[in-house]
């Protein structure tokens, strides 16, 4: 990730040396090089991605975490809101760490911290994992109404284990 100041020193990973008088811009590529890369990778079982698609990864993923740990502490830039979204429904699990899983549910949490819990709700098993979305509800409180449509979700997707969490 890139952050640059007019007349300061950009830096791989975090903020630059701070200038008196002016804010970090935050580029955003690292999280948009990967979300390309899961698009290009496809979606299937862990056990098929090819050694090469994880090692893709798993090079990526310190570039990506320390971008998204930027971009989700400033809270004032466009940027943040969509790519929470675009995060929260990779439904890749590539490497066999698991760690993209971390991102998107820290993704989730910042989605449900900026918009509530209904958007998560919404995209439910057609863009988010199930998973993700009961992950949300057991780090935030949620309402009786979406834990109750939060259960009969889970009945209807099959994940009824998932509804036990609540």
Not at 8 to 30: H, I, L, M, N, Y
Not at 58 to 81: G, Q, T, Y
Request: glycine share 4%; with cysteine; aromatic share 8%.
């Amino acid at each position: 990730m890139e952050v640059e100041r007019k007349g300061a020193k950009s830096t791989r990973c975090g903020r630059a040396a701070a200038a008196d008088d002016q804010e970090p811009v935050v580029t955003t590529r690292a999280i948009e090089d990967y979300l390309n890369l899961l698009a290009s990778i496809g979606t299937r079982q862990p056990a098929t991605y090819s050694e090469e698609a994880r090692l893709a990864v798993l090079a990526a993923f310190p570039d990506v975490w320390a971008a998204w740990l930027v971009v989700r502490s400033l809270s004032d830039i466009p940027e943040r809101m969509r790519l929470s979204q675009r995060l929260s429904c990779t439904g890749a699990a590539v490497t066999d760490e698991m760690l993209e899983l971390w991102l998107q549910r820290s993704a989730a949490l910042t989605w449900h911290d900026a918009a509530g819990f209904g958007p998560l709700l919404a995209a439910y098993g057609t863009r988010c994992r199930p998973a993700v979305v009961h992950y949300v509800a057991l780090c935030r409180p949620i309402s009786a109404t979406y834990a109750s449509r939060l259960r009969d979700l889970a009945q209807v997707y099959g994940v009824v284990e998932l509804a036990e969490w609540l």
